[in-house]
């Protein structure tokens, strides 16, 4: 392969990841992948389409721009705007049929303008603020948001959305607990004044994997989509609780070529600010990766994979480059495979021990992984 550094994308692994959660919430939910943050870093397009094959209903982007990608890629099923949209991009939003999540008046109001211009109705989601205290129509003034929404012209009440605050990363669920009651409350209200919502939706990977009380109308899952679990605590709180036999399966595998092999002898410096001093006669793999291609600059410790073996990672991460120590490593030659994330022999570095290693979550690690970079699909 020509490229410096790959990405491959595991399409038996994405189809199992859906599979799976689709065992979880039947059939009877709508089943509405995230695939926003160029689908966790695992390319966009090819993995909607991947997920639709695999019986996915619904997608749901950040972004008009990701929306206009699937829709350019001829994927027609119902997909879901979660951020926000500018006020001059509904229009464009509006005639690719997104669904938009609104709280704002001014936003509520151009969608209905531009449907009405279409001759279409616009399907809207409200997202009612439950505790999480990022978007969100405060719940004391729901009820008169939605009474106005129901009256203007060209616009369908199809949603009512919240989303939890800390749901992944305890084991204490009191607050998501407290949220779910805050949420149930308003579909009520909104029950009691004569404007019922067709589809409840609040749960995400965590939510869906433990909480079958959360699963309503439709689920909204990310990470787990892509193999990985929102948290350890939520990991250990499925194997403590659940037990019901759910997998999943780690889609990415992220590798590069050894660029030039050296001999460093003892005390000699490694990379900038001479932070890494060599004890023995040390050789060096030069690996053409860095904190550009997403390669984060904080990790003051970690392993690649060469011939199935791990080797240390030396010094600072450059813009471009790495540097690891392959003085155990007998063999290794120029341009020989390195696994940066995935397995190789009975060795394995995973999103997971990149984030420990940063001092950060799973998901920064693979969706910080520069879009640049060529995902190539794998069986």
Same mark, same amino acid.
């Given at each position: 392969m020509s490229e410096l550094t790959w990405v491959e994308i595991s399409e038996s692994s994405l189809k199992n990841n859906i599979r799976q959660l689709r065992t979880i919430i039947g059939r009877n939910t709508l089943l509405c992948p995230c695939v926003k943050a160029n689908a966790y870093g695992h390319g966009l397009v090819? +993995?909607? %389409? #991947?997920?639709?094959?695999a019986g996915a209903d619904w997608l749901s982007v950040n972004a008009v721009y990701e929306a206009q990608a699937l829709r350019d890629a001829g @994927? #027609? *099923?119902?997909?879901?705007?979660?951020?926000?949209?500018?006020?001059?991009?509904? $229009?464009?939003?509006?005639? /690719?049929? =997104?669904?938009?999540v609104v709280y704002n008046m001014e936003t509520l109001k151009a969608i209905s303008a531009a449907a009405k211009k279409n001759g279409? $109705?616009? %399907?809207?989601? /409200? %997202?009612?603020? #439950?505790?999480?205290?990022?978007?969100?129509?405060p719940a004391t003034d729901l009820n008169e948001f939605a009474a106005v929404a129901n009256t203007l012209d060209n616009i369908v009440l199809e949603g009512l959305a919240t989303h939890f605050a800390n749901i992944e990363d305890t084991t204490d669920h009191s607050y998501a607990e407290h949220q779910l009651d805050r949420f149930q409350?308003?579909? $009520? $209200?909104?029950?009691?004044?004569?404007?019922?919502?067709?589809?409840?939706? =609040?749960?995400n990977s965590a939510a869906t994997i433990l909480f079958q009380k959360t699963l309503f109308h439709m689920v909204r899952p990310g990470i787990a989509c892509y193999g990985m679990w929102p948290s350890r605590e939520t990991r250990d709180a499925y194997a403590r609780e659940i037990k019901?036999?759910?997998k999943l399966s780690p889609a990415l595998t992220w590798k590069t070529k050894?660029?030039?092999?050296?001999?460093?002898?003892?005390?000699?410096? @490694? &990379?900038?600010? =001479? #932070?890494?001093? +060599? !004890?023995?006669?040390?050789t060096l793999a030069i690996i053409p990766v860095g904190y550009y291609d997403g390669y984060d600059r904080s990790l003051r410790r970690g392993h690649v994979l060469i011939r199935g073996r791990r080797a240390p990672v030396l010094g600072r991460i450059c813009m471009n480059i790495i540097m690891a120590d392959?003085?155990?490593?007998?063999?290794?030659?120029?341009?020989? !495979?390195?696994?940066?994330? &995935?397995?190789?022999?009975?060795?394995?570095? +995973? *999103?997971?021990?990149?984030?420990?290693?940063?001092?950060?979550?799973?998901? !920064?690690? +693979?969706?910080r992984i520069n879009e640049r970079i060529p995902r190539i699909p794998v069986e």
């Amino acid at each position: 392969m020509s490229e410096l550094t790959w990405v491959e994308i595991s399409e038996s692994s994405l189809k199992n990841n859906i599979r799976q959660l689709r065992t979880i919430i039947g059939r009877n939910t709508l089943l509405c992948p995230c695939v926003k943050a160029n689908a966790y870093g695992h390319g966009l397009v090819p +993995t909607a %389409k #991947t997920f639709i094959d695999a019986g996915a209903d619904w997608l749901s982007v950040n972004a008009v721009y990701e929306a206009q990608a699937l829709r350019d890629a001829g @994927i #027609t *099923a119902p997909v879901y705007i979660l951020g926000y949209v500018p006020l001059d991009s509904i $229009a464009p939003a509006v005639d /690719l049929n =997104c669904r938009l999540v609104v709280y704002n008046m001014e936003t509520l109001k151009a969608i209905s303008a531009a449907a009405k211009k279409n001759g279409a $109705a616009a %399907k809207v989601h /409200l %997202k009612v603020e #439950t505790g999480t205290n990022r978007q969100g129509i405060p719940a004391t003034d729901l009820n008169e948001f939605a009474a106005v929404a129901n009256t203007l012209d060209n616009i369908v009440l199809e949603g009512l959305a919240t989303h939890f605050a800390n749901i992944e990363d305890t084991t204490d669920h009191s607050y998501a607990e407290h949220q779910l009651d805050r949420f149930q409350q308003a579909a $009520a $209200a909104l029950k009691s004044a004569g404007l019922e919502i067709p589809l409840l939706h =609040c749960a995400n990977s965590a939510a869906t994997i433990l909480f079958q009380k959360t699963l309503f109308h439709m689920v909204r899952p990310g990470i787990a989509c892509y193999g990985m679990w929102p948290s350890r605590e939520t990991r250990d709180a499925y194997a403590r609780e659940i037990k019901n036999g759910f997998k999943l399966s780690p889609a990415l595998t992220w590798k590069t070529k050894i660029a030039q092999i050296k001999p460093v002898p003892a005390g000699g410096c @490694i &990379g900038y600010g =001479c #932070t890494f001093r +060599t !004890e023995r006669p040390t050789t060096l793999a030069i690996i053409p990766v860095g904190y550009y291609d997403g390669y984060d600059r904080s990790l003051r410790r970690g392993h690649v994979l060469i011939r199935g073996r791990r080797a240390p990672v030396l010094g600072r991460i450059c813009m471009n480059i790495i540097m690891a120590d392959i003085t155990d490593i007998p063999g290794a030659a120029l341009e020989d !495979e390195v696994v940066l994330i &995935g397995s190789a022999g009975r060795e394995a570095v +995973t *999103a997971e021990d990149l984030a420990a290693w940063a001092g950060t979550i799973n998901y !920064e690690i +693979t969706t910080r992984i520069n879009e640049r970079i060529p995902r190539i699909p794998v069986e």
